[in-house]
């Protein structure tokens, strides 16, 4: 089991690979954010037992919790569906609607904790790859 810290720097990375900026993005990156990185930290990270373990720590709160559930649950609900694909993501409600949810959780991370608070929980990998994020 990986100390909380490292629970807490998978948990943030993988909501970090999902949100309305890859709206703007190439297809190649959605695909890679959605397809590869979210679809694995969604599963792992996003499941209640993580989210039980960062809530008990006191690291997220129970509204970062329930919008945590809820997006792992609109996720895999879209697995193997007919919009399961880089052509849906800009176009398709239920999309958005991840896209949205993975932005409020970060919205309310950054409300709970300051940015010297983000990098003191997150392990130095993670530090340095939301240096080069906005």
């Not at 890859?22 to 990156?29: C, K, Q, T, V, W």
């Not at 679809?39 to 919008?67: K, M, P, Q």
């Not at 609109?74 to 993975?102: A, C, H, K």
């Not at 929980?121 to 530090?127: H, Q, R, S, T």
């Amino acid at each position: 089991m990986p100390h909380i810290s490292e629970m807490f720097g998978f948990y943030y990375d993988t909501i970090s690979k999902c949100g309305k900026f890859l709206l703007n993005s190439s297809d190649e990156e959605i695909g890679y954010c959605i397809f590869e990185e979210f679809d694995i930290g969604a599963v792992s990270f996003l499941h209640v037992n993580a989210l039980n373990e960062l809530r008990d720590e006191g690291i997220i709160d129970d509204t970062i919790y329930e919008l945590s559930k809820s997006l792992r649950a609109q996720f895999m609900n879209l697995q193997g569906s007919d919009i399961w694909g880089v052509e849906y993501v800009r176009t398709s409600p239920e999309w958005l609607s991840i896209m949205v949810t993975s932005d409020e959780i970060r919205k309310a991370i950054h409300n709970r904790w300051s940015e010297s608070d983000i990098r003191y929980l997150l392990p130095y990998c993670a530090v340095k790859d939301m240096e080069g994020k906005s």
